[in-house]
């Protein structure tokens, strides 16, 4: 019989609030088992905490049941206390009475009534709790970062600097990802290039860094600290080892009619190519989907001008192992496609495009070499509409666009019509806005500055529509503020698209098992206190692939990502989850029907002696589980026809003592 | 279980650890409500949930069982919910031909950010138990104080 003390937490008011605690504690104290019950505003309060400590001594507790917020707060907090207290960790359960219970009812006599209930099934689990032990697993002192962009080379750089190896996976041919696509950086105004390049060069130097290029992963496996990763790196028709990055086959290529993506298609590019100037690792890349010598064997003009002999045209997909002990998703994001927003004339117009667009035709390095030109004519404009939310908080039109605000827009609309009056006083700048959000460090300052000393005309106020007509754009909009509508016709429109996930995140969290909310970004372990882990012990996130961010914030949580992958990586040995399945080898006949369901190949069979009634030995064919291995999710259990499987911390008779004490 | 004239149903959610707890939990931190007839049972996976527990929850006098996993491609265990989804149909089938009605038993995935569905699917789960009244098919008036 066990001797169980339970302890009712207040929550200051957030479950004492709507719970008669003292009557949840009185209640259970008449439970069978229960020889100490009590309240405390805090529980989880070093007070509280010494209390539990108390009393286990006082009353020779076995078991603690701890009527509290949810367990994913503070299980592991409370666990602890067990331990310093003598106990067994795994003799601590938690009724969860404020997240399912305080939170979501109102009324204080049902919130009671349902807080001891919950209570009581804590207490009918905790009866069959039995003590268990951790194993321990070795740590691989290697992590990999997936995505090459400002998130990922930041989070790479700050791991390998503390001495650990790292490796980079990125789908493009370069790392830079979208920050080397920008001009200028808000708030300062200094160019993005000027300070991603040098990082992209020392993150390629370092001695602990590799960067696995045009690559992507392809399986992952294994768990915390000793996961197994395939890497599948695409055939890029180019010996890396022996690529110069001179350039003479980009010249020389005569295929040179294919849109350039990292231009987003304002300008083409040859079949081979480099994505650009400081582009790392400076390798060329060889399109297959527009080579003639790949698609028909016709040409080769590229492997006769290489001195350096690095064309090889029959490379083919090649896919890596490597393990890992920690792995940073960085995957980032993309604007939408302005597809569905017909009424903005994107796919009508050459005129109209998209803010990402813009920061290419403002670039030094992009088609326009840096000058504002109309993409249509390669006229200089003279009016230009920016269109703010394109797509974001769009609450009515979820179909078509993003219901969260993407956050950077704000503030890259304000440098972009900053910049334009800046450089072409004689063009006048319309910014169409539903709020101007700009929280951050000289935010606001930087936003009062286009409005105010370089004339930008905000109006707070939506584009009905634009209609290309005889090489103008008519645009539609209304003027809230002074409540009237506006026609301006606009040789330019740039349209703030709303960001998304990249699309590369959702097969890669189903890989990973790391979940995702409703717009695909990664879900944190917790919203607040753990915002760069996933809910998956090993996996961490750095950048967009999070949420909407800026470089400034991006760069931030890369460094928080790194420094708990750090901490993991330093670690020598990790403790397991002693809640694994094990089986009863006396119920056991060897089925297999457990071993066919294990998602992790935990189960295995041996031959075991038994000794008989009549004296005689037999050999049976018995399940065993490999605790290292098996991550407890209990789906053999069920498979288990004998009922020799069990899951350890959520036993059979556990979860029915647990049912009876609800049904009751 | 009749309180003040009015049949309050009793309804055992059984909620994955990784996602639909979590959803659970979400509800609570954004305050939705939902009637205080659900009460939660936390499972590392639905695959962990034996038809025992379904049978024995109604033996004891619940009114309907739900079980709430991630969505299927998101299982934390990879593939743990593609087993519950077809154990339950089986077993929902069955419990039909007992006389359980379907409407008292239902898989819902539910994520760890879908906190407003988790509140909306309680509320719609509990009063469609509610419509249907109390379990007598199933319920072992041995187990009735």
Redesign the interface.
């Known amino acids: 019989m066990q001797r169980i003390g339970v302890f009712v937490c207040w929550c200051g008011s957030n479950i004492a609030g709507t719970v008669d605690v003292k009557a949840v504690a009185e209640a259970l104290s008449h439970e069978p088992g229960v020889v100490f019950s009590t309240d405390y505003q805090y529980m989880c309060s070093q007070a509280g905490q010494d209390m539990i400590k108390a009393s286990v001594a006082e009353h020779h507790l076995t078991g603690i049941v701890v009527c509290s917020c949810?367990?994913?707060?503070h299980e592991a907090t409370f666990r602890k206390t067990a331990t310093a207290a003598g106990l067994n960790p795994y003799m601590v359960e938690i009724a969860?009475i404020?997240?399912?219970?305080s939170?979501?009812?109102?009324?204080m006599p049902?919130?009671t009534?349902?807080a001891i209930?919950?209570g009581k099934?804590a207490v009918a689990k905790v009866h069959l709790n039995a003590p268990l032990t951790p194993g321990e697993s070795p740590v691989t002192k290697r992590a990999l970062v997936i995505g090459g962009g400002i998130a990922g080379i930041q989070t790479a750089l700050d791991i390998a600097d503390a001495g650990f190896k790292v490796d980079i996976v990125e789908k493009k041919p370069t790392i830079g990802g979208k920050m080397a696509q920008l001009d200028k950086t808000f708030p300062t105004l200094d160019c993005a290039a000027c300070i991603l390049t040098p990082k992209m060069v020392d993150v390629a130097q370092h001695e602990n860094v590799r960067i696995f290029s045009y690559s992507e992963v392809s399986e992952v496996k294994g768990f915390v600290g000793n996961f197994d990763v395939t890497i599948k790196k695409h055939a890029r028709f180019v010996k890396e080892d022996l690529c110069t990055g001179c350039g003479a086959c980009v010249d020389k290529c005569p295929m040179k009619k294919v849109p350039n993506e990292f231009n987003l298609g304002m300008d083409n590019r040859p079949a081979i190519y480099i994505p650009f100037a400081q582009a790392v690792p400076k390798v060329a890349t060889i399109d297959p989907a527009h080579c003639n010598m790949l698609k028909n064997g016709k040409c080769g003009l590229c492997a006769r001008v290489c001195t350096a002999g690095a064309i090889d045209y029959t490379q083919q997909d090649e896919y890596v192992q490597e393990k890992y002990g920690a792995i940073v998703v960085a995957t980032g994001f993309n604007p939408i496609s302005m597809d569905k927003f017909d009424e903005f004339a994107y796919n009508q117009s050459k005129d109209v495009i998209t803010s990402l667009e813009f920061e290419r035709l403002t670039n030094a390095a992009g088609p326009t070499a840096g000058k504002l030109l109309r993409p249509s004519d390669g006229a200089h404009p003279h009016t230009l509409v920016f269109v703010q939310c394109v797509g974001s908080r769009c609450t009515a039109c979820a179909e078509k666009g993003k219901e969260y605000c993407s956050k950077i827009c704000c503030m890259y609309t304000a440098k972009h019509a900053m910049l334009v009056r800046d450089k072409y006083p004689d063009v006048d700048v319309y910014v169409f806005y539903i709020d101007v959000r700009t929280p951050g460090k000289n935010f606001d300052e930087f936003y009062r500055r286009a409005v105010e000393e370089y004339g930008v005309k905000y109006i707070k106020g939506t584009v009905g529509k634009v209609v290309p007509e005889n090489g103008v754009l008519k645009v539609q909009a209304s003027d809230l503020l002074n409540n009237k509508q506006l026609h301006i016709d606009a040789d330019m429109v740039v349209l703030a698209a709303a960001i998304e996930p990249d699309r590369s995140a959702r097969p890669l969290?189903?890989m990973l098992?790391a979940?995702?909310?409703?717009n695909d970004f990664f879900?944190e372990a917790h919203p607040k206190l753990r915002p760069v882990e996933s809910?998956?012990a090993g996996v961490f996130l750095s950048g967009a692939c999070q949420g909407p961010k800026d470089i400034p914030e991006t760069v931030s949580q890369a460094g928080a990502a790194a420094s708990k992958v750090i901490g993991l990586l330093a670690k020598d040995k990790l403790m397991g989850n002693p809640?694994v399945a094990s089986s009863n080898e006396a119920m056991c006949n060897g089925c297999s029907s457990c071993a066919n369901?294990c998602?992790y190949g935990a189960i295995t069979y041996e031959d075991k002696e038994f000794r008989m009634p009549d004296r005689t030995v037999a050999l049976r064919r018995v399940a065993k589980v490999n605790p290292a291995v098996c991550?407890?999710?209990?789906?053999c259990?069920?498979?288990c026809p004998s009922g020799a499987m069990d899951?350890n911390g959520?036993k059979?008779d556990q979860?029915?003592a647990?049912?009876?004490a609800?049904?009751? | 279980m009749q309180v003040n004239g009015e049949f309050k149903p009793l309804i055992v959610a059984f909620c994955c650890n990784w996602c639909s707890y979590a959803g659970a939990d979400l509800a609570g931190n954004n305050r939705l409500n939902y009637p205080a007839e659900v009460k939660i049972i936390r499972v590392p996976c639905s695959c962990r949930v034996n038809p025992t527990f379904i049978l024995r929850a109604f033996q004891r006098g619940a009114d309907g069982v739900i079980l709430c996993g991630c969505h299927p491609g998101d299982c934390h265990y990879t593939s743990g919910n593609y087993y519950t989804r077809r154990r339950m149909a089986m077993l929902f089938s069955m419990l039909d031909y007992l006389g359980i009605e379907r409407e008292r038993t239902r898989v819902e995935w539910v994520s760890a950010a879908e906190g407003a569905k988790f509140a909306a699917t309680m509320n719609d789960f509990v009063a469609q138990v509610t419509a249907l009244g109390e379990n007598k098919r199933l319920e072992d008036l041995r187990c009735k104080k």
Not at chain 1, 70 to 73: F, G, I, K, L, Q
Request: one cysteine or more.
């Open positions: 949810s367990p994913r707060m969860n404020r997240e399912q219970c939170w979501v009812h109102k009324d049902i919130g009534e349902k209930i919950l099934a969290a189903t098992t979940s995702m909310d409703t879900t809910p998956t809640c369901v998602p991550q407890g999710c209990g789906c259990t069920v498979a899951l959520f059979n979860i029915l647990e049912v009876d609800i049904c009751k």
